[in-house]
């Protein structure tokens, strides 16, 4: 019956507004009837609410009980056609047996009605008593009817006559019940006017008693049914969802929670939001920059011309080739990079890209120092390389006794000084924008090489050790500075004639191969058309240098070291092999030189718009980095990363096989283990060697004999 | 992500970086409310975009009424034009199995896979080469297919079921509070359960049959093929697949918002178990 209960929750009011109308229109003539129209609506409602309720099983069993009582058939079954009959039946008894049919009739169809009245027992059930006397008498005329209510009763009692096993308040039900049972009783042999003056004060009655029991609080909770349901009722009346029926136990569930909640409130929200507003705080920070830097004017418009990069003007146009971080945080990077630029001293800066993580990412700004500005930390990392160049040679010493092992670690590839090659430029990464800037150690080519080998997605954190084979020399920050090189010299490019060598230096600075490492913009660049930029790639040059298998962008010669060095150390030596000397392709080739990924092109163009093409701009996206992107307008450039940091690769990724072990010592007799002779050989050995004795021994005797034969003469 | 919040979607999503240009914008906002009226779709999703060499493919899926049926999806090189795409079946499936590289851009586009068949030829048995030909449209399904039943998600309460059978939208989800949304175990797939029967009993008391009808993230195989990160300073949450790189989801927790986008060349990550 749970189903006939919600519909009553919602047409309560209507239902009864019209229940009420309704009889108070069907039995205009009779008072009992007008007078529960009397009442307050809120009553009636509560009325409703409990009738609602399983408790009004209550109601109906105990008058099954008590009206047995009466003589007549089972209250209950009085009970679902006595709503009917107040409606249809007029306040003579004689049209009730036409009533009858209808009252057999309609309950099909007003199955479902006759609940909603039914709900409204203390209502009608004091009408159903007074009007009683009019059923008793047609009870037996009824029979017919009857069993059908019959048959429809038991089916709505049965659920509630469980409930009804439960109920603490049964005593008190029987009491009202026996009162108006008597009430009843002096009904039943009265005139139906009789009855009227006695069922108000039995209807307040009941009413009261039935709000003091939607009062009562609960046990567990301490919230009680009266004030759960009106504000349930206001809640729905206030939002007016759709199809409040649908969804009504989540509503009475979301006005629960509400009504406990507040007493956590103060706990809970401090310790989620904290970090939210730390962020907040610290990005407030970035916006009220401007106003606390007044003193460093000076100095700020020096550096303005050069140093911040037009942050949004490339964001926007990267916004119409599909690739963007969002306004507002592209902004707040943009902020983010003013204060960088504010607090180093810095002749130009560039947003380079993003790269994700798994617990944060990576804000990554491209960075040009003035000159002279960071040599200190160079100093102190070749210490440490020198200190540790000592501490393995004393060790070398003490083991010499031991045959010594001939192998020679192949000697590490010096870095590149700071400002060219693969430390042209220092990066300074972020989490996130509003947090402080980390400046990121300049890259050794060992690091290049072995990132080459690995593959591995970034944590976030800059301390994260890299664990991995072959083992990477460092920590995720330098694995980070590594790709970041890696992917510099693979995808930064510009439109051809933007850039050209610088006229003389060029020549002059380089040692060996005579490549050029300087370049310089272009003041007579004139533009270059975006269809010709869609269309071949070969307007496009690197600008950034190569870096070599060695990993380096220019070539060390490790051999040549190498003979100064042994001349110190051992004569022995193994002649040098010779290195071949790695060439890769000059500085500002175009593109269309790069290597196909099998069948793949290195890169795809696209135009951004293929609706307005007179104002579109050419787009190159690289499929060897997936996630590198440049654009240029004609006159424009700007590159962009956003991605994880790994390269393409159509084969899946294998970790290289660790190398074979390496002959430690040289094989020679000293260390070679020969075979203990076996049992035979032995005995063959001593065999030999008796022979050998005894022949001995004879010779021995031959001699003596001779001597003593010598003697005797 | 839906297709009545793509705008704001849209921006929620931008922390991957991949995104739409403003006239793809432009025409996704208007033909997918026409595909929503041609199609008498109840929810029109925009899936994403998948990068090929010489265009894109931009997915959306249509749902019905029950939100777990199979959806429709449909395919556009332009953002205005729409074509459906046949359901995945299992030959699809075990054909575009083979087909690995970078996506071509062009449906009618053919990949040649090269295969040693044993024919029967009278009494001999040998091995022949054949080439089959398998469409980029189909490669396309299976695609689209793989990375649905994989790595698209829900929070748990966005959908519920009832008795009868279809599930539904939930109006009454209110989002995740700050400290479920960190957790896996509060997002599920959106898709039929596989693993739920294998919960033990115990698990299964605890589940609330109504919301708690789909896989959750917490078993997903390799453990931390998830990332996931608070972005915005707390204000939103975002999954990215590192199964299927370019798979986002985002959700701002305490507020309805959610979807997710895949934004990406199409390519199931094999080296994952390296990488992390």
Known sequence: MEESTSPKQEKENQELGEARRSWDVKTAASPQYSEPASFEPLEAKQGLETGRQSRSSRYWSPQSGARTSLGGSAGPETSSPAPLSPRESSSTPSPLAPAIQDLGAPPQSDRTTSVIPEAGTPDPDPLEQSSDKRESTHHTNQSDGNTFQQSQQPHLCGPRAVSYKNANQKELRFDVFQEEDSNSDYDLHQPATGGSEVAPSMLETTVQNAKAYLLKTSSKSGLNLYDHLSNMLTKILDERPENAVDIIENISQDVKMAHFSKKFDALQNENEMLPTYEIAEKQKALFLQVHLEGVDQELEDEIVENALPNVMESAFYFEQAGVGLGTDETYRIFLALKQLTDTHPIQRCRFWGKILGLEMNYIVAEVEFREGEDEEEVEEEDVDEERDNRESEADEDEEDELPKSLYKAPQAIPKEESRTGANKYVYFVCNEPGRPWVKLPPVTPAQIVIARKIKKFFTGRLDAPIISYPPFPGNESNYLRAQIARISAGTHVSPLGFYQFGEEEGEEEEEVEGSQNSFEENPDFEGIQVIDLVETLSNWVHHVQHILSQGRCNWFNSVQKNEEEEEEEDEEKEEPDYIEQEVGPPLLTPISEDLEIQNIPPWTTRLSSNLIPQYAIAVLQSNLWPGAYAFSNGKKFENFYIGWGHKYSPDNYTPPVPPPVYQEYPSGPEITEMDDPGVEEEQAFRAAQEAVLLAAEENEETEEDEDEEDDYD | ?276
């Not at chain 2, 041609?38 to 009424?65: H, K, M, N, P, T």
Request: glycine share 6%; proline share 5%.
């Open chain 2, 1 to 276: 992500m839906d297709a009545e919040s793509l705008l704001l979607s849209l921006e929620l999503a931008s922390g991957s970086g991949q995104g739409l240009s403003p006239d793809r914008r432009a025409s996704l906002l208007t033909s997918l409310l026409l595909v929503k009226r041609d199609y008498r779709y109840d929810r029109v999703l925009f899936w994403g975009r998948i990068l090929g060499l010489v265009a894109d493919y931009y997915i959306a899926q249509g749902l019905s009424e029950d939100q777990l049926a199979p959806r429709k999806t449909l395919y556009s090189l332009n953002c205005t034009e729409w074509s459906l795409l046949p359901p995945a079946t299992e030959e699809m499936v075990a054909q575009s199995s083979v087909v690995k590289g970078r996506f071509m851009g062009d449906p009618s586009y053919e990949y040649e896979h090269i295969e040693l068949q044993k024919v029967n030829e009278g009494e001999k048995v040998f091995e022949e080469e054949v080439v089959i030909q398998i469409k980029e449209e189909t490669r396309l399904v299976y695609v689209i297919d793989q990375i649905d039943k994989a790595v698209a998600i829900i929070p748990r309460g966005a959908l519920f079921k009832t008795p009868f059978g279809p599930t539904h939208v939930n109006r009454t989800f209110e989002g995740l509070s700050l400290s479920e949304a960190k957790k896996l175990s509060s997002y599920f797939h959106f898709r039929e359960p596989v693993e739920l029967k294998n919960k033990t009993l115990l698990e299964k008391a605890d589940l609330d049959p109504s919301l708690d009808f789909m896989d959750s993230l917490e078993h997903d195989v390799p453990k931390g093929s998830w990332s996931i990160q608070m972005e915005r300073g707390n204000t939103l949450v975002v999954l990215r697949s590192l199964l299927w790189p370019g798979l986002t989801f985002y959700h701002a927790p305490r507020t309805r918002n959610y979807g997710y986008i895949y934004v990406g060349t199409g390519e199931k990550n094999m080296d994952l178990p390296f990488m992390l």
